[in-house]
């Protein structure tokens, strides 16, 4: 019975030393399969690591564009002011260069209704042509007069001729 239980103990023992063996090399494929997974995950982590240093650096770009965006905006927002500032100005000269203009335009259509030609190109059109008649008039007047002239004084000598 002895001999049956160590008989089995050896068994066990040399089953237990297989079994120790298939453990352990179960045990070193499991680990080198981790190895390899701790391989890829440091892989991984390294591009992570430059996908991280390249999105700092553009993050950074970035801030440092929205800074000058913001400048930019600053400035055009004060350029802007000055513009509103000079339409506003604009604004207020067209109005009184329009209250001036109307002014003229009444002070025109008084004048225009006071002298009855200015505002109407026929009347004045005639105005023109009949002072032209009157001049050329006024000329034959003048050379009329100044024969009524020599024949006054031919009719005079004549006159004293007869006498």
Known sequence: MLKNVEQKQKRQSEIANKLQQ??????????QSLAEKIEERSEELLKLRRRTVSTLQI??????????????????????TGFDDSINKLRTELGDLKVQKNRCRQLADQSRDQTGLSGNPVLKNDYDRRQVVVEQLH???AELKEHYGRLTGQFDNLQSKMK
């Not at 993050?59 to 802007?80: C, D, P, T, W, Y």
Request: hydrophobic share 35%; charged share 30%; no cysteine.
């Open 139 to 141: 000329q034959t007047m």
């Open 22 to 31: 298939i453990d352990y090399e179960q045990l070193k494929i499991a680990n």
């Open 59 to 80: 993050l950074a770009h970035v801030r440092e564009k929205k800074h000058f965006v913001e400048n930019q905006v600053g400035e055009l927002m004060r350029q802007q």
